[in-house]
Nanobody
Framework: QVQLVESGGGSVQSGGSLRLSCAAS????????MAWYRQAPGREREELAR???????IYQASAKGRFTISPDNDWHSLYLQMDSLKPEDTAIYYC??????????????WGRGTQVSVSS
């Protein structure tokens, strides 16, 4: 079992920055990946960035160039540095861990999310 708790969300003006944190507890050492997702009102949840156990990081188009995912050494904390934020980045941001083989995503364990609001 793995427990994930996000923090660091809030309200920021367009062009600003936020750093999200995800505190992981339990058997995070057994997870093969960790990832950040977001879900905006009326839209499906989307993956932003993912880190694999071998160190590879994968960014989706909406995050590439503006967001940076990074874990601490033992994966008990995962961060998402978000720069040059835009109003369309407004969403609930979720941390996830380990592969869900059925769904085919890095999303077996989920946090409850943290709200990010970007005003113009």
């Amino acid at each position: 079992q793995v427990q994930l708790v996000e923090s660091g969300g809030g309200s920021v003006q367009s062009g600003g920055s936020l750093r999200l944190s995800c505190a992981a507890s339990g058997n995070i050492g057994g997870s093969s990946c960790m990832a950040w997702y977001r879900q905006a009102p009326g839209r499906e949840r989307e993956e932003l960035a993912r880190i694999e156990r071998d160190g590879r990081t994968i960014y989706q188009a909406s995050a590439k160039g503006r967001f940076t995912i990074s874990p601490d050494n033992d994966w008990h904390s995962l961060y998402l540095q978000m720069d040059s934020l835009k109003p369309e980045d407004t969403a609930i941001y979720y941390c996830a861990a380990d592969y869900d083989g059925h769904a085919g995503i890095c999303g077996y364990y989920w946090g409850r999310g943290t709200q990010v609001s970007v005003s113009s």
